[in-house]
């Protein structure tokens, strides 16, 4: 901003001498003026102009040149004055649209302490390694991502992830990178080294944006390459009509006025501020935007493709309904089952074994794969597994029930009897279906994707309020449902596994749920959810499509300005200082228009105000 500012003081103080009669000082000033904006755009333009390329600069080069020779110093100040302000603005609105980013790498901690055998040591945060133990007091923040292995405590992980109340975490729950540290000191096993985590992945993501324009930035900049060359020629032919009609200097003056007039300084910068300023705004509530291309798509979306396991579900399976034979118990029945599963690792295993407690111990435990598990019960031989392995025999229509619920049916055998069935399910996420409405008041359609069965993806769709079901789907299948929706209308995948992949590299843009999903999920995606909220959808398409409105507001007030000036000054009608300050206000409006993409999205708020409990949302701090 320093070359801006001294040269719209010394322009103002030479207006002020030349106001009181003392026009010799107020050229001096005014010439200084010119230097210190020209400064800040014509030494690029002449490197530019070297390579063999035309832009903004080089017209406002030339006119603010042909100013000085025709004696018009100070409105060749004006214009290098407008113009270098214009520019340092967008500076400015881009920097502090990357502020949020900068906020994210200040969350990790300058140092941290390690446990060894020797005692706790303190190292900087960059040199923790993975498996490294961390200390982790009261009120610090964790340096990597980890998992507890002592201790319990509650973190707020709402500058990371945006959930809204503190989570309560104890041995081999995960912590993000970033999160702070309850009233209780925990010792976390680090997942991630210090360079590489999670909160490094989204600030990389995050400057991938930088570097790259939506498709309405390269529409303006296809519309800003031409146009220099042809007010050029304009120019040229209107100097060398002022020498047919013998009056050259008129002419010439009135050709430099063409120059600024015709310059598309408020086209090329109509969107690049508004894509930085909406994709800065969008990552301090939440959505990593990994390039402009994709802010820009996103608005577009009409289609959204959703996965099941992760996204529209919880991911943890649990126990949601017991069926027992005549005789026994629903405890006996859990005891029997949870005494086998305890030695198990499978998810479901998992599921079983959390709702029991005090099972008795099983012996000569034996995992059967893909079928199930047998061992011995006290006095009694138990088996449990899947529909397929174990005959449900009586019991079998409830099975049937309980699948068309949506739930995994594992049946338990003692002593070669039925004692009776329990029903696992990945629940929903409580948001699931508030998602589904709120995409369906914005007019856009929903579909579910997954790999698994018919039964259980129809009865969760129901839940959710989907109609639109594909179940049993491979990758490639994945990929192939989502390549024929993008034939129709632009389409959105959303998910989070590594069989998405395919999936979202194909869609329109690709939306990743959790920036700590599976990498090839975050790699193959456009845009990537840094916590697990589903709300995060509709608030992201809200913003892209009120960012898409600005854009094309500053995209038809830039033009507009072109196509009203240019017969204005090609005619004499309006002067060369009349010109400069019409464009330059002009791209002053434009950039202030633009950084409104930066404001808090409304549907955002409206997520918040219905906000659950255990709903996590995005903070906007």
Known sequence: MLPSLVSGVFLLAGYGLAWAGLDLAAGGLQAVALAAG???????????????????GLLMT????????????????????????AEALEDRAMDRAKDGLRGLLALIPQTVRISRLGGDVTVPAAEVQVLDILVVGAGERVATDGVVVMGRSSIDTSAVTGESIPVEVGPGDEVPAGSVNGSATLQVEATADGRDNSLTQIVALVEQAHARKGE?????????????????????????????VGDPWTWTERALVVLVAASPCALAIAVPVTVISAIGAASKFGVVIKSGEAFEQLGTIRTIALDKTGTLTRNDPAVVDVRTSPGISRGDLLSLAGALEASSAHPLAAAIAATVSGAPAASGVVEEAG??????????RVRVGNVRWIDPAGLSPDADAMAGEGMTVVVVEADGQIAGLIGIRDELRPESAETVRLLRAQGIDTIMLTGDNASTANALARQA???????????ADKALAIRELTGGSPTAMVGDGINDAPALATATVGIAMGAKGAAAA???????????????????????????????????????IIVLLFPLALFGIVGLAGIVLVHEVAEVVVILNGIRAAQRPAALSNARSAEQPSAVLASTH
């Open 522 to 560: 975050i790699d193959s995606a456009d845009v990537a959810f840094t916590g697990h909220d589903l709300r995060l959808i509709p608030a992201a398409l809200a913003h892209a499509r009120r960012g898409r409105r600005i854009m094309t507001v500053n995209i038809g007030l830039a033009l507009a």
């Open 216 to 244: 309405r930035a390269r529409l303006s900049d296809r519309i800003a390459r031409p146009l220099v060359p042809v007010v050029l020629v304009v120019a040229v032919l209107v100097v060398v009509f002022g020498f047919i």
């Open 465 to 475: 309020g989907i109609t639109n079901v594909r179940a049993e789907q491979l990758p």
């Open 371 to 380: 079928c199930g598990i047998t061992g011995q019960v006290g006095d009694a």
């Open 38 to 56: 020209a400064y800040t755009f014509v030494p690029g333009a002449l490197r530019r102009l070297a390579r063999g390329r035309l832009g903004v």
């Open 62 to 85: 030339i006119a603010a040149v042909g100013a000085v020779l025709l004696g018009h110093v100070g409105e060749a100040a004006a214009l290098a004055f407008l113009f270098s302000l």
